[in-house]
């Protein structure tokens, strides 16, 4: 190397390094702007549209570009926004959110607000944008970034895409009392050629997961819904790890949803969206996404301005109702029925909310909703007892016309149309009716699929003390010690409440079954279903919400006061109708005497 050539280097370095110290010193605006959130604004900015914020910084960024200075001016910065409601962390790296918590809302891991923009990375963030289809990478550059209001930013960006040169706009405004939120994303094509990548302009997503993270080796009561409904039918899909699936029928919202806790996109305008996709994908160790993506059409010409409502928050009736009706929430937001979202029965779902009802009537009674389950399961035995009396009573009268059955069966064995003339005769002179045991079965059935699903997603169980120490939250298992390692189908938690509700399973099954004689095959049937079916349970139930347990141990306990009941009263019976048939096989001088 020549000696000229070395000293154009080090010259170099040295106005280099001269620059860097004297141009803060004479040009102090140049400096990178300190957070947003530590900025103090002496007086109320003038708000413009968005379409002249996006043409204002259109021109700047331009401007900064052609002195190629941007680069050096923009640092990578994060902003805060609370509410009463939420805690929001964006980022200007693409305009996004990489953090949202839910402040009236615990994480019982970490006692902190839930955080439902979970497993965000540097190339998954909530609420990033990508041009083209759900395949494209997300948009990294960063974005300059004006802060509207406390409760509102913009993030502005010119963007090279394909060649030519696409201003882009997010902006964010979030209201106190609201889980709602607004995105607004406006595109700016100077060259009125508009955005198209095969149909497609660009797609908006939710986060990767919404949390509270679980296990979902051991948690078999939570998962992951990918929830969509088009103003008239409503559809969740649950998908296995790993997989990708596309919705390419209309609709009006599409999310992800857990068991209590749910994120909605809802477009202003969905004839603008191109299809909807669901991702299961693994990306950060064996925590698999659950996240939401929409396309949106391609658009010519030159300015396009989306609005996207937003909804991150509780999956319950009493905050999602809210927003199905313009004039109970401040944004005036209604029409789109976001209580379909609602984790319900289905088709029971009339009888859920019935039992609602009566649950929160319970409830301002006694406020303590352990309390109230066990209330509620007293209630439902005492209104079901006539039927469960009924029932046990036709059992009886069934047997008493065992004999007589037998005697038609072999009368008529070659003539089956004679035979069912002769047993609804039968039926009738005895005053039997077949059907009547199987009413009260089946209203139970209805009963238990209702309260399992109550019981199992009820909102207000989560973070729910039953008895400090044991039981301090019945949307979870009980556990009295915590092991090291885990055992194999029940997890590291030692619980009781699963060991009693199984031990009062057997007993049930030892006193239902009291008297009822059995042979062969049917003997064995009911051995297997006393002693194996609770056995089964007790693997399938050890991490049950504790609410839940606490229902069906209430109910096995009260089923076996009410079925010692019922055992002594068919005792009687049979007592009395053995006495009858003793004196109708009598001699009539036998009866004198």
Same mark, same amino acid.
Request: charged share 20%; net charge neutral.
């Given at each position: 190397?020549?000696?000229?050539?070395?000293?154009?280097?080090?010259?170099?370095t040295?106005?280099?390094?001269?620059?860097?110290?004297?141009?803060?010193?004479?040009?102090?605006?140049? $400096?990178?702007?300190?957070?947003?959130e530590?900025?103090?604004?002496?007086?109320?900015?003038?708000?413009?549209?968005?379409?002249?914020?996006?043409?204002?910084?259109?021109?700047?960024?331009?401007?900064?570009?052609?002195?190629?200075?941007?680069?050096e001016?923009?640092?990578?910065?994060?902003?805060?926004? *609370?509410?009463?409601?939420?805690?929001?962390?964006?980022? %200007?790296k693409?305009?996004?959110?990489?953090?949202?918590?839910?402040?009236?809302?615990?994480?019982m891991?970490?006692?902190?607000?839930?955080?439902?923009?979970?497993? *965000?990375?540097?190339?998954?963030?909530?609420?990033?944008?990508?041009?083209?289809?759900?395949?494209?990478?997300?948009?990294?550059?960063?974005?300059?970034?004006?802060?509207?209001?406390?409760?509102?930013?913009?993030?502005?960006?010119?963007?090279?895409?394909?060649?030519?040169?696409? /201003?882009?706009?997010?902006?964010?405004?979030?209201?106190?009392?609201?889980?709602?939120?607004?995105?607004?994303?406006?595109?700016?094509?100077?060259?009125?050629?508009?955005?198209?990548?095969?149909?497609?302009?660009? /797609?908006?997503?939710?986060?990767?997961?919404?949390?509270? $993270?679980?296990?979902?080796?051991?948690? $078999?009561?939570?998962?992951?819904?990918?929830?969509t409904?088009?103003?008239?039918?409503? =559809?969740r899909? #649950?998908?296995?790890? !790993?997989q990708?699936?596309?919705?390419?029928?209309?609709?009006?919202?599409?999310?992800?949803?857990?068991?209590?806790f749910?994120?909605?996109?809802?477009?202003?305008?969905?004839?603008?969206?191109?299809?909807?996709?669901?991702?299961?994908?693994?990306?950060?160790?064996d925590?698999?996404?659950?996240?939401?993506?929409?396309?949106?059409?391609?658009?010519?010409?030159?300015?396009?301005?989306?609005?996207?409502?937003?909804?991150?928050?509780? $999956?319950?009736?009493?905050?999602?109702?809210?927003?199905?009706?313009?004039?109970?929430?401040?944004?005036?937001?209604?029409?789109?029925?976001?209580s379909?979202?609602?984790?319900?029965?289905?088709?029971?779902?009339?009888?859920?909310?019935?039992?609602?009802?009566?649950?929160?009537?319970?409830?301002?009674?006694?406020?303590?909703?352990?309390?109230?389950?066990? #209330?509620? /399961?007293?209630?439902? =035995?005492? *209104?079901?007892f006539?039927?469960?009396?009924?029932?046990s009573?036709?059992?009886?009268?069934?047997?008493?016309l065992?004999?007589?059955?037998?005697?038609?069966?072999?009368?008529?064995?070659?003539?089956?149309?004679?035979?069912?003339?002769?047993?609804?005769?039968?039926?009738?002179?005895? !005053?039997?009716?077949?059907?009547?045991?199987?009413?009260?079965?089946?209203?139970?059935?209805?009963?238990?699929?209702?309260?399992?699903?109550?019981?199992?997603?009820?909102?207000?169980?989560?973070?729910?003390?039953? #008895?400090?120490?044991?039981?301090?939250?019945?949307? /979870?298992?009980?556990?009295?010690?915590?092991?090291?390692?885990?055992?194999?189908?029940?997890?590291?938690?030692?619980?009781?409440?699963?060991? #009693?509700?199984?031990?009062t399973?057997?007993?049930?099954?030892?006193?239902?079954?009291?008297g009822?004689?059995?042979?062969?095959?049917?003997?064995?049937?009911?051995?297997?279903?006393?002693?194996?079916?609770?056995?089964?349970?007790?693997?399938?139930?050890?991490?049950?919400?504790?609410?839940?347990?606490?229902?069906?141990?209430?109910?096995n306990?009260?089923?076996?006061?009410?079925?010692?009941?019922?055992?002594?009263?068919?005792?009687?019976?049979?007592?009395?109708?053995?006495?009858?048939?003793? %004196?109708?096989?009598?001699?009539?001088?036998?009866?004198?005497?």
């Open positions: 190397m020549d000696k000229n050539t070395i000293w154009a280097i080090v010259l170099s040295v106005v280099i390094i001269a620059s860097y110290m004297l141009l803060p010193i004479f040009f102090p605006s140049m $400096r990178p702007s300190a957070p947003v530590s900025v103090e604004v002496a007086e109320e900015p003038q708000e413009l549209s968005l379409e002249n914020q996006i043409a204002e910084v259109s021109e700047t960024e331009a401007t900064e570009e052609e002195t190629e200075e941007s680069n001016i923009l640092t990578e910065e994060t902003f805060k926004v *609370v509410t009463d409601k939420i805690e929001v962390v964006l980022t %200007n693409g305009g996004d959110i990489i953090s949202y918590k839910l402040m009236d809302h615990l994480d891991d970490t006692d902190t607000g839930v955080e439902l923009s979970d497993n *965000v990375t540097s190339l998954n963030r909530t609420c990033a944008l990508s041009f083209g289809n759900v395949d494209s990478k997300i948009v990294n550059d960063l974005f300059t970034t004006e802060k509207i209001d406390d409760y509102t930013y913009l993030f502005k960006k010119n963007i090279n895409v394909n060649g030519k040169k696409v /201003t882009v706009g997010k902006k964010y405004t979030f209201k106190p009392g609201e889980y709602l939120f607004k995105l607004e994303v406006l595109m700016h094509a100077p060259d009125n050629s508009g955005v198209n990548f095969d149909g497609v302009s660009y /797609t908006i997503r939710t986060s990767p997961q919404l949390g509270p $993270r679980y296990d979902p080796k051991q948690n $078999r009561y939570e998962n992951r819904q990918f929830v409904y088009n103003g008239n039918k409503y =559809k899909t #649950i998908l296995a790890n !790993g990708f699936k596309k919705n390419d029928k209309e609709s009006i919202w599409t999310g992800i949803a857990g068991k209590y749910i994120e909605l996109m809802i477009p202003n305008a969905p004839e603008t969206i191109n299809a909807t996709y669901y991702s299961s994908k693994l990306e950060t160790g925590f698999a996404n659950a996240q939401a993506f929409a396309e949106r059409r391609a658009f010519s010409g030159t300015d396009i301005q989306d609005t996207y409502y937003m909804y991150f928050g509780p $999956r319950d009736d009493k905050e999602l109702k809210r927003y199905n009706i313009a004039e109970n929430n401040s944004w005036g937001f209604g029409g789109k029925k976001l379909e979202a609602i984790q319900t029965s289905g088709w029971l779902n009339w009888l859920e909310t019935i039992l609602k009802w009566i649950m929160k009537i319970l409830y301002k009674v006694i406020p303590n909703w352990g309390a109230t389950i066990i #209330i509620m /399961t007293l209630l439902l =035995k005492i *209104v079901m006539p039927l469960s009396k009924k029932q009573l036709g059992t009886l009268k069934m047997q008493e065992q004999p007589k059955m037998q005697a038609l069966q072999e009368k008529y064995k070659n003539d089956q149309q004679k035979l069912q003339m002769e047993t609804s005769k039968l039926y009738q002179e005895a !005053g039997y009716n077949p059907a009547s045991g199987c009413l009260p079965m089946i209203f139970q059935f209805l009963i238990l699929i209702s309260m399992y699903n109550l019981f199992n997603n009820y909102f207000e169980f989560r973070g729910a003390l039953f #008895i400090p120490n044991w039981i301090p939250d019945l949307s /979870t298992g009980d556990s009295v010690y915590t092991l090291k390692f885990n055992i194999p189908l029940l997890g590291n938690q030692i619980r009781i409440l699963p060991v #009693i509700y199984v031990a399973q057997l007993l049930s099954g030892k006193i239902t079954q009291y009822q004689a059995g042979a062969g095959q049917s003997q064995a049937t009911m051995k297997f279903m006393m002693y194996g079916m609770p056995l089964i349970f007790f693997f399938m139930f050890y991490n049950a919400p504790a609410g839940l347990l606490l229902y069906w141990l209430t109910s306990i009260l089923q076996m006061i009410q079925q010692i009941f019922i055992n002594k009263m068919m005792a009687a019976k049979k007592a009395e109708m053995a006495n009858n048939n003793s %004196n109708k096989k009598l001699p009539p001088k036998a009866k004198r005497k």
